[in-house]
């Protein structure tokens, strides 16, 4: 069967859609950037600091660089964000890395807050996430919310709310703020108080997960219980983690008991199989890279100088509803960048779907990018890639796809609420320097043009992925066990 053939007809994503390409990653919104370009005035404000301590920031960001994750160094100590030096090595280069690095993912998500909505910032350290969710979330801006955040250290949330009134003009503690912050110094679990509409967990699971006895599916499942215990009916579960195959793992441990505990799984998964990077022989992991463009000079300059410079961007993350699992509508997740296959033209990228992992070939070199949704089916006896042994599902080409007056190309949905104008011409992700480096971890490892695909001897029929069946996560007491 010719290529050409073998390319399944595409169905819109939705009632309503005519498209069958949803992007996840879109370009930093021309609001975002223009505030982050006044952060770092924001920050002198909110944490003047000695000449000496800013002397010293790029050293001190090394060293808080050397033990952020449980990975190395067996993680950081416990209240590290109160030491002030720590605390301005956070607030200058990961604060605003991470700012930017949600204000990508926040726009693509479904977060539709009720008025009057609660939402629970767990591990919020300096209100990371509460910040970013004003500023790429203008929509939710005109709501009325409740927003509770927890931390270890108390240090971290004052300036988190020192921050916050900077960049939103207003004190978020005064009784009548639009947005009203209350923050407590304690456990995350204190922070969860029931009927949460939103609760976000930003860079803190694999922080939990550095210093238990407890085996780590084992933790995270607790934590995904007390989670979903915590939520309102309707209510999701964001989980973001950076990127690391620790983080990709405390995720796992919760998808496994988001499914068990009957919740819906809104993204990036979309299935509720098996996850099709887990088992076989490849260390490929599940995380999206994207680019940095639109990152403030004062960032940049100040990362190069700390020898810590950024070329992309990545994370993980896992969102789960409280509600009723949805009637699956096979699609299919892109999981790396675009490479190229030795024998067909065109472009490819590996995809998730119910049916395992899947090779996805462009053939007019527009491949999708890495986080796009596709509603496209794996056709029955579609040819496999030798390489990793996934079938190739050959992707329609779109007349429409062509032309986009972004200069973005394919016919990519933009669902974002912001009533301000979009950067424009920020090319397609994965399309510059990274081409070719897919998502996954292993392959990015490898030489530039083709990624080692996770290697999956003879690949998986399709439909064949079944979870195997687990005990029943327990609903929790608030506290950990
Ligand atoms: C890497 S920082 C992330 C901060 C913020 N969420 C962000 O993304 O920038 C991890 C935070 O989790 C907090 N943390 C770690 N374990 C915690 C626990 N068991 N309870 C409360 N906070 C915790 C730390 O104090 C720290 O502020």
Redesign the pocket.
């Known amino acids: 069967m010719s290529p050409e053939n073998d390319a399944p007809k595409p169905r819109p994503l939705g009632p309503g859609d005519r498209d069958f390409r949803k992007r996840l990653f879109f370009p930093l919104a021309s609001g975002v950037t223009t505030q982050l370009d006044g952060y770092q005035d924001i920050l002198r404000r909110a944490m003047p600091l000695r000449p000496g301590m800013v002397r010293a920031l790029p050293r001190s960001v090394r060293e808080l660089s050397l033990s ?1 994750t449980a990975e190395r160094e067996g993680g950081p100590r ?4 109160s030491e002030p030096r720590t605390l301005a090595a956070y607030a200058w280069y ?2 605003p890395w ?1 700012l930017i690095r949600l204000s990508r993912l926040l726009p693509g998500l479904d977060l539709d807050l009720p008025e009057d909505g609660l939402v629970c910032d ?5 209100l ?2 509460i910040q970013a969710l004003w500023l790429s979330r203008p929509d939710l801006r005109r709501k009325k919310l409740r927003i509770s955040c ?4 108390r240090r ?1 949330l004052d300036l988190g709310l020192a921050l916050f009134a900077g960049l939103a003009g207003f004190d978020p503690t005064a009784p009548d703020a639009p947005w009203r912050i209350r923050v407590t110094r ?3 679990w204190q922070g969860l108080t029931g009927g949460a509409d939103l609760i976000a967990m ?3 699971a694999n ?2 997960a550095g210093l238990s006895r407890d085996p780590l599916d084992a933790r995270m499942e607790r934590v995904a219980a007390q989670l979903t215990d915590a939520l309102a009916l309707g209510g999701r579960a964001l989980v973001v983690e950076p990127g690391t195959r620790l983080g990709w793992r405390c995720l796992l441990g919760m998808r496994e008991a988001f499914i068990d505990l009957d919740m819906d799984l809104s993204g990036p998964c979309p299935h509720r199989e098996e996850c099709v990077l887990v088992g076989g022989r490849t260390r490929a992991w599940c995380h999206f890279t994207v680019s940095p463009k639109g990152a403030p000079k004062w960032l940049t300059t100040f990362s190069d100088r700390a020898g810590l410079g950024k070329e992309r961007l990545s994370l993980s993350y896992l969102m789960a509803k409280k509600a009723q699992p949805k009637q699956e509508q096979p699609g299919i997740r892109v999981v790396s960048g675009a490479f190229s296959l030795s024998d067909v033209p065109g472009s490819a990228v590996y995809g998730c779907s119910e049916a395992g992992l899947v090779v996805l070939v462009a053939s007019d070199r527009r491949p999708p990018s890495p986080g796009d949704m596709l509603a496209v089916e794996v056709p029955p006896g579609a040819s496999r890639d030798a390489k990793s042994g996934a079938p190739r599902v050959f992707l329609p080409v779109d007349p429409a796809a062509a032309v986009l007056p972004d200069g973005r190309g394919g016919p990519v949905r933009d669902p974002r609420p912001h009533s301000v104008p979009q950067k424009t011409g920020g090319g397609r992700e994965g399309s510059g320097r990274n081409s070719g480096k897919p998502a996954t971890g292993p392959a990015s490892r490898t030489p530039a043009g083709r990624p080692s695909g996770p290697a999956r001897p003879g690949g998986k029929p399709a439909g064949a992925v079944r979870r195997p069946k687990k005990k029943a996560v327990k609903r929790p007491a608030r506290r950990p066990g």
């Open positions: 952020l416990p209240g590290y964000l990961y604060l991470n767990l591990g919020s350290g300096p990371t996430f927890v931390d270890r250290s971290a304690g456990e995350y930003v860079n803190v922080e939990l």
